[in-house]
């Protein structure tokens, strides 16, 4: 069974930093696309960053290039987003979500593991 669990959400100021933290397991974790989703009442889900475990290819959404950056820990199962510069746009709950199809790739289209969420609140 695939699992995911997010860390590293909270309260931050305009220009802060957070680093959220995604630990899988039920699943190999070297051969996967692996990222990160948000998600803010009333709008639609957007993906935010992603990384192939495979070749580590990476995407960025476009509002968040050059400030957050995707990494993996492939011995320690955990993909994690530094998100700096944040800005009150920011603000959603961030989901952490994985692909492990032999088609996997990123952006993720379609995944087979979903995290249960970390806020991220960013005041200005």
């Known amino acids: 069974e695939v699992q995911l669990v997010e860390s590293g959400g909270g309260l931050v100021q305009a220009g802060g930093s957070l680093r959220l933290s995604c630990a899988a397991s039920g699943f190999t974790f070297d051969d996967i696309a692996i990222g990160w989703f948000r998600q803010v009442p009333g709008k639609e889900r957007e993906g935010v960053s992603c990384i192939s475990t495979r070749d580590d290819t990476t995407y960025y959404e476009d509002s968040v290039k050059g400030r957050f950056t995707i990494s993996s820990d492939n011995a320690k199962n955990t993909v994690y987003l530094q998100m700096n510069s944040l800005k009150p746009e920011d603000t959603a709950v961030y989901h952490c979500?994985?692909?492990?199809?032999?088609?996997?790739?990123?952006?993720?289209?379609?995944?087979?593991?979903w995290g249960q969420g970390t806020q991220v609140t960013v005041s200005s």
């Open positions: 979500a994985a692909d492990t199809s032999v088609w996997s790739s990123c952006p993720i289209v379609e995944y087979d593991g």
